[in-house]
């Protein structure tokens, strides 16, 4: 199966944006979805196909994809916004893959 | 509301069987096109995804732990049952169950709180 790649960590002061990428060979002909976990809690999924967001998650966060890279923005970052961000994809028959994950500091 | 929560021992024996049972509401496992997931997460490591199985009981499995895993439905009790063999103490997780809303897309739009379970003698 294929993986799908995050930088270990993210750091930004409040208010700024930051941005968390994942690259993946599949990615191109998948979905991407992105999830936010803070310590103790289950993930919380907060992109889904690539850029839609759910009800109830802030519009600061956003998706974008090119290529075999996509990208969850996160617009004012706020101090409840540091949490670690997993990106996940697959295709409708195949095994779902997760990034390794990203640690999302706000300095 | 759509909840999922997870039940199991939270110690195992190394090559004991583990069986995680995930019981939910607000929604059902006959609908078309939703399916369950579980999904792991070692201490201080990344989420595995584990198997699924869909509404019309098709099962998926992790490449790397297909040999070792059994996933099942009830969907009268509205359960999802995981069987993981052979367990090791780098079985140690926080094991979760998760929804997949349907619709061809796998991804989970709600997820149980999770269970610990520790493998050790």
């Known amino acids: 199966s294929y993986e799908l790649t995050q930088p270990p960590s993210v750091s930004v002061s409040p208010g700024q944006t930051a941005r968390i990428t994942c690259s993946g060979d599949?990615?191109?002909?998948?979905?991407a979805y992105w999830y936010q976990q803070k310590p103790g809690q289950a993930p919380v999924l907060v992109i889904y196909k690539d850029s839609e967001r759910p009800s109830g998650i802030p519009e600061r966060f956003s998706g974008s994809s090119s290529g075999t890279t996509v990208t969850l923005t996160i617009s004012g970052v706020q101090a409840e916004d540091e949490a670690d961000y997993y990106c996940?994809?697959?295709?409708?028959?195949?095994?779902?893959?997760f990034g390794g994950g990203t640690k999302l500091t706000v300095l | 509301q759509v909840t999922l929560r997870e039940s199991g021992p939270a110690l195992v024996k190394p090559t004991q069987t583990l069986t995680l049972t995930c019981t939910f509401s607000?929604?059902?496992?006959?609908?078309?096109?939703?399916?369950v997931s579980w999904v792991r997460q070692p201490p201080g490591k990344a989420l595995e995804w584990l198997a699924l199985i869909d509404w019309d009981d098709d099962k998926y499995y992790s490449t790397s732990l297909k040999t070792r895993l059994t996933i099942s439905k009830d969907t009268s009790k509205n359960q999802v049952v995981l069987t993981m063999t052979n367990m090791d103490p780098v079985d140690t997780a926080t094991y979760y169950c998760a929804r997949t809303p349907g619709a061809g897309y796998r991804y989970f739009d709600y997820w149980g709180q999770g269970t610990l379970v520790t493998v050790s003698s």
């Open positions: 599949a990615l191109p002909k998948q979905y």
């Open positions: 607000g929604f059902s496992l006959s609908t078309s096109g939703m399916c």
């Open positions: 996940q994809s697959a295709d409708s028959s195949g095994p779902v893959v």
